[in-house]
């Protein structure tokens, strides 16, 4: 038995999301908090900076795999692709309305203001423990296994 992948940018795009966005927002968010001298307000700028970054290069993997499955003809809406449309419409999501708020609470504590409480955080760490969740199950999909010693 043999296994194949017959779109293997989208396989290495998939796998280095999962990475980032599990360094990042599983590790990075709160582990930046703990290193010594580290204030809320220099914490969160440094944070906004890495977010921003993040969804960047998330939208980068995110048009490699478009590209590949719209090149392999892929169908859009199989059930194999809907578990990589629904990270593609939560990173939609985050892009236009998580991230601006969470954005702009951040910029209230930078400026000595404390905002009303929110559960923006929350919303935006289930989101990536969908993507997370959805992206490896999509990546898996993207393996084939191949029996070449017995015919079909």
């Given at each position: 038995m043999?296994v194949?992948?017959?779109?293997?940018?989208?396989?290495?795009s998939?796998f280095?999301?999962?990475?980032?966005?599990?360094?990042?927002?599983?590790m990075?968010?709160?582990?930046?908090?703990?290193?010594?001298?580290?204030?809320?307000?220099?914490?969160?700028?440094?944070?906004?900076?890495?977010?921003?970054?993040?969804?960047?290069?998330?939208?980068?993997?995110?048009?490699?795999?478009?590209?590949?499955?719209?090149?392999?003809?892929?169908p859009?809406?199989?059930?194999?692709?809907i578990?990589?449309?629904?990270?593609?419409l939560l990173?939609?999501?985050?892009?236009?309305?998580?991230?601006?708020?969470?954005d702009?609470r951040?910029?209230?504590?930078?400026?000595?203001?404390t905002?009303p409480?929110?559960?923006?955080?929350?919303?935006?760490?289930?989101?990536?423990?969908i993507?997370v969740?959805?992206?490896?199950?999509?990546?898996?999909?993207?393996?084939k296994?191949?029996?070449?010693g017995?015919?079909?």
């Open positions: 043999t194949q992948v017959k779109s293997p940018i989208a396989v290495v998939v280095m999301w999962v990475g980032f966005v599990c360094t990042i927002s599983f990075e968010a709160w582990l930046k908090f703990q290193a010594p001298g580290i204030t809320l307000p220099l914490g969160l700028g440094i944070g906004r900076l890495v977010f921003d970054a993040l969804n960047k290069v998330e939208w980068i993997f995110a048009i490699a795999i478009v590209i590949q499955l719209v090149s392999y003809k892929a859009l809406l199989s059930t194999k692709t578990a990589f449309l629904l990270p593609l990173l939609f999501i985050q892009t236009i309305w998580l991230l601006p708020a969470l702009a951040a910029e209230m504590y930078i400026q000595d203001t905002p409480a929110s559960n923006l955080h929350f919303y935006y760490a289930g989101a990536e423990v993507k969740i959805c992206l490896l199950i999509y990546g898996i999909t993207l393996f296994k191949t029996d070449h017995k015919s079909n």
